[in-house]
């Protein structure tokens, strides 16, 4: 097959980054791919791409009209010359399904997102039958796909985008009389919660015995100004904002606990490249979180948007940090066994297979 890979942005995170490593896979079962972005946002997952011997194509600015974007879109799709069209992201998918329509090509597309704006959501339903495969990126967003879509189970696929890198080395335990180093990545952007997670330190400030912590932000994003300026009126000192970061292995190194306080996900990549150093991971009750994370055994749920909550689990792990290394081990345990390579080979292998049928 010749694969039209197109996706909304080449923003750093989410979606993007693991655009090489799907490559891989598809290179392994003797495809090719070529990638584009309608518009590129901050282009951070640009290099990457570069990296693994590709060139991105960006179709637009991140002004531009959608009606220049499908146009522009098309006109590439026509000089690749694709057997297959496989989009990402809302805007993407759509703007993809009518190329393929206009072209006679197949479409696939990936589902990432737990959450749909309203307008979103009724326009995919209504071109639901436009893409011949649909894929959901892990367990949670592939049920959901058939849920909110109203698509046969048979129409749908998961191949959940994260693997593990066996031979990175974990995190170091916490060691007594040392600061409890907590850490999250994320856009700062409503979504990934961390106004609720400030709300939560607020409500830790006057609780006696805790040992000294500290919580570093790993991203960047819209909300950067906002939630500095909470954390400078309210005395938040603890907080710091690392800006975006490149090595998030090197980041997650220097953590004790992983703190993904999100109003919605859907894999949520950043909290398994967490488990996957050996940290125990208190997370939101969404997207595959809900799965992953065991509570007391390798992390902690709470459920969205209740600071208190949070601060009572936060709470838990700050008097005890002991724990947080054997926890951190077991989420390790968890990730290695369900998201190896080899799982992560055999699930793309699965779908290119079904894509190849129909062509």
């Known amino acids: 097959m010749r694969i039209a890979y197109v996706i909304n942005t080449f923003e750093g995170g989410g979606a993007a980054l693991p655009i090489p490593d799907i490559v891989e896979v598809c290179r392994a079962n003797g495809h090719s791919v070529d990638v584009a972005a309608l518009s590129p946002r901050n282009g951070r997952a640009m290099p990457a791409l570069r990296k693994a011997g590709l060139e991105p194509v960006v179709l637009a600015e991140d002004t531009s009209s959608p009606a220049l974007m499908l146009h522009r879109l098309d006109a590439w799709v026509r000089k690749v010359q694709p057997t297959h069209i496989w989009t990402s992201l809302t805007r993407a998918t759509l703007l993809g399904q009518l190329v393929g329509l206009r072209q006679g090509i197949p479409v696939v597309s990936w589902q990432h997102n737990a959450f749909l704006k309203p307008a979103n959501l009724a326009l995919l339903r209504l071109m639901r039958n436009r ?52 850490g999250s990545l994320g856009r700062l952007d409503p979504s990934k919660g961390y106004d609720v997670l400030f709300r939560a330190l607020l409500a830790l ?26 954390c400078q009126r309210h005395g938040l000192d603890q907080v710091r904002f690392a800006g975006y970061v490149e090595d998030t292995a090197a980041f997650l190194r220097g953590c004790h606990l992983y703190a993904q306080p999100s109003r919605q996900e859907g894999f949520c990549i950043a909290a398994h490249e967490a488990m996957n150093m050996g940290l125990p991971v208190l997370g939101s009750t969404v997207g595959e979180m809900t799965h992953s994370i065991t509570e007391g055994v390798s992390g902690w749920h709470v459920r969205p948007r209740r600071p208190h909550e949070l601060a009572v689990k936060l709470e838990q792990a700050l008097r005890q940090p002991e724990r947080l290394a054997p926890m951190g081990q077991a989420a390790r345990a968890y990730v290695a066994q369900h998201f190896s390579p080899a799982a992560f080979m055999q699930a793309g292998s699965a779908v290119l297979q079904r894509m190849a049928a129909l062509a």
């Open 131 to 182: 893409s011949r495969l649909w894929v959901g990126d892990s367990g949670y967003v592939t049920e959901l796909t058939c849920q909110r879509l109203g698509l046969p189970a048979e129409r749908v696929m998961s191949w959940p985008i994260f693997r593990i890198d066996p031979d990175l080395a974990p995190a170091a335990p916490w060691r007594a009389g040392e600061v409890v180093q907590i």
């Open 205 to 230: 400030r006057d609780v006696p015995g805790l040992p000294p912590y500290r919580v570093t932000i790993g991203g960047e994003g819209a909300e950067y100004a906002r939630l500095q300026g909470f």
